[in-house]
């Protein structure tokens, strides 16, 4: 990727938190939909006249009321941290006029103590709540009336009458730390926000394949082996020469109180019976079912190592989890269970005497009495195991609960045999898949998660009964970080989308309402502007699209251009002289005819002013319009573009370039290619590492035969089985992450025509992924 590609990334960041903290607040609202609240309250009653939040205000609880003095310190420390207003916090029986007053009150009107009353009038504001959550959740919902217009200082708060709890009990966010480590601060700004958007239940990912991150003081080697691993191209282009940390237990504590005094639960997962490199690297000789022992992985995907089943291996694992449950106080364990490939046990002649004196027939039913053991003993603890949703797969432990990824028909199944049931559904709640499909997302799974799907997604299936559907606890966002390298690439991934899982999450099925949903969101990027966090804009970013083919375009000088976004919300301006286009610039209504060569440029604006979207660009010129960048390729016929990577796995930043890539099948497709007079080729590649663990699937990779030792670029019209169009050899070396450009002339053909592009490199060295590709020699 060139200089000012990555020039332009950084740029459109700056300006969309700009942007955001410079825009004027929204005016007063005359009706529930268009307060700014996200997740949206059970009831509201909007009234005339506002309530003034300044510095002569003052929170105030009853003395001796722990919950509701935890709740008011809270809320004054909220607006300090984004609003700068500096509220004194006092114990007061009586509070005066103009108060902000918190009360526990047994007699509350809500009668659940999550629940909560607020109340806000000319006098001022009251929370009213039979239990301390209640209070705090009443704390954060006027938090949100007051900071929506982004601004610093004083806060003009809508009258309004609010009763409100939670529809789900379980309002969760996994957070992967192992695949790629996040630091105590950067897990409490994910706590943080949790709390901002009234989740409850932090999943912390801490054990897989790719390290160890929990301090086990009775096996140190845990962290001190386990916690590290020697990352593809280590040493170069900025990527680390080991990669790797770990949480002390003291850390551990203090992230557990930190979430508790936000009344989220912290459930930590340690995965197993497989995911277990990190385990069985540092304790072969213990858990391991060979004698091996292997690195830690730095393969993403699914790794062969299994956890024995012998008693050495028990005696280890409960060994570990006393020390697990004495740090964590979650009724629920999460022990894995996914993606568990048997073959060790398959092939181990003493796990397979082990099978046949319990009666066991097969490895599906060895996992299930497995994970019942566990089970069994976290009982004995008054804990409770809960599984990804393989653990139905050899029969449902007695008690366990599941987790549903594959789908929602695992937490329909465990349902209706009376199992407790999350759901975290891939499809609507892996948020390691993008966004959209725009050339400028970072790293990722090329799969689209958007935000309006998202926010479609219902937890409680119709086939479920009424009594079924009770156990349905609720639901969880999963944010799995083999592709999120960094803190920024975090809240990327997160928000806006954890805005609509909230929603989902807390409001009542009724309420919710998309066209709603999109007119309170520009406060909730407000907020965000405020309180330093850049979320993705992608579901408001303009397209800009030309309607003539490009063979037309060269040909008349002349293009057609229209705009639009995913979402269709908000107001696109443009320009088409390379400005920064502005709240002043044409309104898109309509396609616009332009001459070569321009730039067009268009920003997204909300209905009350915010810039929702940074300004993206398109220069058409006759460069431009015969070069293709990585984001424009297309799969080929026989294949799949399943993955955005990064030039190498562990850089930590977001602004690497990236290359999208077909693990089987190494082909690209540049569609509709206007080959009149063009006589050569000039790409811009990279290799990269094959850092992926395919297990059976690795049969389904594709060796193309090569010509020369280390492989070409190759060429073809229309399909790869198609006239060879030319033949590009590819670089000497093996060091990952380094670029490359390759050229050569392209056989004499005409007019337009897809062309076929793959690697013939072998199979067991790098990946190469193609960063653009340039048609030459056509006259200009």
Request: net charge negative; proline share 6%; charged share 25%.
């Amino acid at each position: 990727m060139k200089k000012d590609t990555l020039a332009r990334r950084r740029g459109l960041r700056t300006a969309l938190v700009a942007a955001l903290l410079c825009t004027a607040g929204i005016s007063g609202t005359s009706h529930a939909e268009t307060l700014p609240l996200i997740p949206m309250p059970v009831e509201v009653k909007p009234a005339a006249g506002t309530f003034t939040v300044d510095a002569h205000t003052v929170i105030t609880y009853a003395p001796g009321d722990k919950g509701a003095e935890a709740a008011a310190r809270y809320l004054a420390s909220e607006l300090k941290r984004s609003r700068g207003l500096a509220l004194t916090v006092s114990a007061m029986a009586t509070p005066p006029r103009g108060t902000i007053a918190l009360r526990t009150d047994p007699k509350a009107v809500v009668d659940k103590l999550d629940g909560y009353t607020l109340d806000v009038g000319t006098s001022g504001a009251v929370i009213t709540s039979r239990g301390d959550a209640g209070l705090f959740y009443g704390a954060v919902t006027l938090w949100q009336l007051a900071t929506s217009d982004g601004k610093q200082g004083a806060a003009q708060v809508p009258d309004v009458a609010i009763r409100d709890y939670p529809r789900f009990a379980w309002r969760g966010l996994m957070l992967d730390v192992v695949r790629h480590f996040r630091t105590v601060a950067e897990v409490k700004q994910v706590l943080d926000s949790m709390a901002e958007h009234k989740l409850n239940t932090f999943h912390w990912h801490l054990s897989d394949d790719q390290g160890w991150r929990i301090e086990i003081k009775r096996y140190p080697k845990l962290t001190s082996v386990g916690g590290w691993r020697i990352p593809p191209g280590a040493g170069t282009h900025g990527e680390p020469l080991k990669y790797g940390g770990f949480y002390t237990q003291d850390e551990i504590r203090d992230v557990v109180a930190y979430a508790a005094a936000r009344h989220i639960t912290v459930v930590p997962e340690l995965d197993m019976p497989g995911h277990a490199q990190a385990a069985v690297a540092a304790y072969p000789e213990v858990v391991g079912v060979t004698a091996e022992r292997p690195a830690v992985s730095v393969d993403w995907g699914v790794n062969p190592y299994l956890y024995n089943v012998d008693d050495k291996s028990f005696t280890f694992i409960d060994n570990v989890l006393d020390e697990v449950m004495a740090l964590f106080p979650s009724t629920y364990i999460h022990l894995g269970g996914d993606e568990a490939v048997k073959d060790q046990w398959k092939n181990s002649p003493t796990v397979q005497a082990k099978m046949k004196s319990l009666g066991i027939k097969d490895e599906n039913a060895l996992q299930s009495w497995f994970m019942e053991r566990l089970g069994d003993d976290l009982g004995k603890h008054g804990r409770r195991l809960i599984g990804w949703d393989e653990i139905l797969e050899g029969g449902l432990p007695r008690s366990a609960s599941v987790m549903s990824w594959r789908g929602v028909e695992g937490a329909i199944a465990a349902a209706k045999q009376d199992h407790d049931v999350v759901l975290a559904p891939a499809g609507w709640m892996y948020f390691d898949n993008h966004q959209s499909d725009r050339a400028d997302e970072p790293s990722g799974r090329l799969s689209v998660l958007d935000l309006k799907r998202v926010y479609g997604f219902e937890p409680v299936d119709a086939s479920l009964t009424p009594e079924q559907a009770k156990h349905v606890l609720g639901t969880e966002a999963t944010l799995w970080a083999e592709f999120i390298t960094s803190q920024r690439h975090v809240e990327h991934a997160l928000y806006p989308r954890l805005d609509a899982m909230a929603e989902i999450a807390w409001s009542p099925r009724e309420v919710k309402n998309w066209d709603s949903f999109q007119q309170r969101l520009p406060a909730q990027l407000r907020r965000y502007a405020a309180l330093g966090i850049v979320p993705s804009d992608t579901a408001f970013a303009p397209a800009i699209h030309f309607k003539e083919d490009v063979p037309a375009i060269l040909h008349d000088g002349k293009a057609t251009v229209s705009l639009d976004n995913q979402t269709s919300f908000g107001t696109i301006r443009y320009t088409i002289d390379g400005s920064e286009p502005g709240a002043s610039a044409h309104a898109y209504s309509e396609p616009f005819a332009v001459t070569l060569p321009v730039t067009v440029r268009a920003a997204t604006f909300a209905p009350d002013g915010t810039r929702i979207a940074a300004a993206r660009s398109r220069v058409i010129d006759p460069t431009a319009l015969l070069t293709r960048h990585n984001g424009e390729f297309t799969k080929c016929a026989d294949g799949g573009l399943g993955l955005r990577m990064p030039l190498l796995p562990d850089l930590g930043a977001m602004d690497t370039p990236v290359y999208d890539i077909d693990l089987f099948t190494s082909c690209w497709r540049y569609p509709k290619a206007p080959l009149d007079g063009i006589t050569g080729i000039r790409v811009e590649a990279a290799r990269l590492a094959r850092n992926y663990g395919l297990a059976h699937e690795q049969s389904k990779v594709i060796a193309h035969p090569a010509k020369t030792a280390h492989g070409e670029l190759e060429i073809y019209e229309d399909t790869c089985s198609g006239k060879l169009l030319a033949s590009l050899p590819l670089p000497d070396g093996k060091a990952l992450g380094q670029r490359f450009e390759l050229k050569g002339a392209l056989a004499a053909t005409g007019g337009e025509h897809d062309l076929c592009m793959r690697v013939t490199a072998p199979i067991n060295g790098p990946l190469y992924g193609l960063q653009s590709v340039e048609l030459t020699g056509a006259k200009r």
